[in-house]
């Protein structure tokens, strides 16, 4: 997965056919009209990523380590781990993050530079901006990442499959989106969403194409009216699917875009119904294709969370960085949930589950479209890196956390909250469900102290560590003092 090539770019937008060309066109004038933020046109220091190729060895001469980041840090996809291991990497080599006030940069609101602390306009240290790593929940805005973050930054994100991040979205945001108060279960809910979610409604991006909102893009126009895309895009037929004996979630293999949106008789308002999903439209398609293709020209690498290890070993061979620099512990995880990212897939599941799977695929269908994307190319880089490898390297990976949880973390695992007595590791709870966290074993080393501390740390400690260290409290001199000093 690579940024588009002037070539790509040409074919991109080449006229294949004049209806569908038409349809593109206006289809992106009319969301650069409404949503020219993100989409304007590169800044003229912007550098078109090249085409992805196989990174060298961390042994080669000319692997020097990346340390100028920027991860989008998407919402219930495994991102609150991958945050641990930035926060612990920065940490540990000095490098200053882009932090917000709080603990967002004023999501749901797009991203604006203003939103940093300590940041100046125009306020770079010999040319070069002051911020190693952007990593903290926003909605994506690229012109105004650009602000403060250099255009070779490396750009990454994560994804995971909406059936899986709708279970855990509904029970997180429970309380926050009006369309999930108002449903008495999930399974309710996408038997039919329409009668508790309204566009614009407060909280209900959480409910439906939380990725798509996160990522920044815009949203086809027929979505933007309350009365428009009456009923949800049916269940998409879904792709050919293959895994790694390791790995238990979904490979996607299908190539045509297209098929991911074929229409199937389901029930939808209390009516059973075959009708052809408004995603199926060409100009609806060709709006999902060119936001896609915009975020491949965006994005580095985009992780999928139902294969978070191999990921991690695709990151840090990208950033020429060590195993020991990605691995870490599950953060933010919710009892009763998946312990870990791996997910059930349609394999081994009833034939409610399923049919619930397929519902929350469907009513999520731009996040159906955007996983579908970076699961495929995620595959594809991992050809290119080497199948065999890999399974060394995540299986290595894997002993590396295991040594870790039983030299660091009392029981080895995670657990309740209640069991957590420094507040310094007991993460925030929200939502129905209790989000576990970790306990250190007593009679660590120094070193294995420090270490194991930043290991177990939740992100919003973490980020207040981080926020202190680089932002130290001011010592006002007091009042007989200063006179004394005065001239």
């Given at each position: 997965?690579g940024?588009?090539?002037s070539?790509r770019?040409?074919?991109l937008w080449?006229?294949?056919?004049?209806?569908?060309?038409?349809?593109?066109?206006?289809?992106?004038?009319?969301?650069?009209?409404?949503w020219?933020?993100?989409?304007?046109?590169?800044?003229?220091?912007?550098?078109?990523?090249?085409?992805?190729?196989?990174?060298?060895?961390?042994?080669?001469?000319?692997?020097?380590?990346r340390?100028r980041?920027?991860?989008?840090?998407t919402?219930?996809?495994?991102?609150s781990?991958?945050?641990n291991?930035?926060?612990?990497?920065?940490?540990?080599?000095?490098?200053?993050?882009a932090?917000?006030?709080?603990y967002?940069?004023?999501?749901?609101?797009?991203?604006?530079?203003?939103?940093v602390?300590?940041?100046?306009?125009?306020?770079?240290?010999?040319?070069q901006?002051p911020?190693?790593?952007?990593?903290h929940?926003?909605r994506?805005?690229?012109?105004?990442?650009?602000?403060?973050?250099?255009?070779?930054?490396?750009?990454?994100?994560?994804?995971?499959?909406?059936?899986?991040?709708?279970?855990?979205?509904?029970?997180?945001?429970?309380?926050?989106?009006s369309?999930?108060?108002?449903?008495p279960?999930?399974?309710?809910?996408?038997?039919?969403?329409?009668?508790?979610?309204?566009?614009g409604?407060?909280?209900?991006?959480?409910?439906?194409?939380?990725?798509?909102?996160?990522?920044?893009?815009p949203?086809?126009?027929?979505?933007?009216?309350?009365r428009?895309?009456?009923?949800?895009?049916?269940e998409?037929?879904?792709?050919?699917?293959?895994?790694?004996p390791?790995?238990?979630?979904?490979?996607?293999?299908?190539?045509d875009?297209?098929?991911?949106?074929?229409p199937?008789?389901?029930?939808?308002?209390?009516?059973?119904?075959?009708?052809?999903?408004?995603?199926?439209?060409?100009?609806?398609?060709?709006?999902?294709?060119?936001?896609?293709?915009?975020?491949d020209?965006?994005?580095?690498?985009?992780?999928?969370?139902?294969?978070?290890?191999?990921?991690?070993?695709?990151l840090?061979?990208?950033?020429?960085w060590?195993?020991?620099d990605?691995?870490?512990?599950?953060?933010?995880?919710?009892?009763g949930?998946?312990?870990?990212?791996?997910?059930?897939?349609?394999?081994?599941?009833?034939a409610?589950?399923?049919?619930?799977?397929?519902?929350?695929?469907?009513?999520?269908?731009?996040?159906?479209?955007?996983?579908?994307?970076?699961?495929r190319?995620?595959?594809?880089?991992?050809?290119?890196?080497g199948q065999s490898?890999?399974?060394?390297?995540?299986?290595?990976?894997?002993?590396r956390?295991?040594?870790?949880?039983?030299?660091?973390?009392?029981?080895?695992?995670?657990?309740?909250?209640?069991?957590?007595?420094?507040?310094?590791?007991r993460?925030?709870?929200f939502?129905?469900a209790?989000?576990?966290?970790?306990?250190?074993?007593?009679g660590?080393?120094p070193g294995?102290?420090?270490?194991c501390?930043?290991?177990a740390?939740?992100?919003?400690?973490?980020k207040?560590?981080?926020?202190?260290?680089q932002?130290?409290?001011?010592?006002?001199?007091?009042?007989?003092?200063?006179?004394?000093?005065?001239?």
């Amino acid at each position: 997965m690579g940024p588009l090539t002037s070539i790509r770019t040409m074919r991109l937008w080449g006229p294949r056919s004049l209806g569908v060309a038409l349809g593109v066109f206006m289809t992106i004038g009319f969301a650069l009209q409404l949503w020219g933020g993100p989409f304007q046109r590169r800044l003229p220091g912007l550098q078109l990523r090249k085409p992805w190729a196989r990174s060298p060895q961390p042994a080669a001469a000319s692997c020097l380590p990346r340390q100028r980041l920027v991860f989008l840090k998407t919402h219930k996809s495994g991102s609150s781990s991958v945050l641990n291991l930035l926060h612990r990497y920065g940490d540990r080599h000095g490098l200053h993050f882009a932090l917000p006030d709080r603990y967002q940069f004023g999501y749901p609101r797009l991203f604006q530079a203003s939103r940093v602390k300590g940041y100046h306009p125009q306020g770079k240290v010999g040319g070069q901006t002051p911020f190693h790593i952007l990593c903290h929940h926003m909605r994506f805005n690229l012109k105004e990442v650009l602000q403060v973050m250099p255009s070779d930054s490396f750009f990454f994100s994560i994804v995971r499959d909406p059936a899986a991040l709708a279970r855990s979205a509904f029970s997180y945001y429970k309380s926050t989106s009006s369309a999930f108060r108002k449903a008495p279960s999930l399974a309710a809910f996408l038997a039919n969403p329409r009668a508790f979610y309204r566009p614009g409604a407060r909280g209900d991006h959480y409910a439906r194409n939380l990725l798509w909102f996160d990522f920044g893009l815009p949203f086809p126009p027929e979505m933007r009216t309350k009365r428009g895309n009456l009923l949800p895009p049916k269940e998409p037929l879904t792709p050919q699917l293959h895994s790694l004996p390791s790995a238990t979630g979904p490979r996607a293999q299908n190539k045509d875009l297209s098929a991911v949106f074929q229409p199937i008789s389901t029930v939808a308002e209390g009516h059973g119904r075959t009708a052809s999903p408004a995603s199926s439209d060409s100009g609806s398609l060709s709006f999902i294709q060119w936001g896609l293709a915009w975020l491949d020209s965006v994005f580095d690498l985009v992780m999928v969370a139902e294969y978070f290890d191999e990921s991690l070993v695709l990151l840090a061979d990208a950033l020429c960085w060590g195993l020991d620099d990605v691995v870490g512990f599950v953060h933010n995880a919710q009892a009763g949930g998946e312990q870990g990212h791996g997910a059930a897939g349609n394999g081994g599941q009833t034939a409610e589950e399923r049919q619930l799977t397929a519902r929350a695929r469907a009513w999520n269908h731009l996040d159906w479209a955007l996983y579908v994307h970076f699961n495929r190319s995620l595959w594809a880089r991992i050809e290119q890196y080497g199948q065999s490898r890999l399974e060394g390297a995540v299986a290595e990976l894997r002993a590396r956390r295991e040594a870790l949880a039983k030299r660091c973390l009392e029981g080895g695992e995670a657990l309740d909250p209640k069991y957590i007595s420094d507040r310094r590791f007991r993460p925030f709870q929200f939502g129905s469900a209790k989000v576990l966290g970790y306990r250190l074993r007593s009679g660590l080393s120094p070193g294995d102290q420090e270490e194991c501390e930043r290991l177990a740390t939740p992100e919003l400690q973490y980020k207040d560590k981080l926020a202190a260290k680089q932002f130290p409290p001011t010592v006002s001199v007091p009042l007989k003092t200063a006179r004394l000093l005065a001239p």
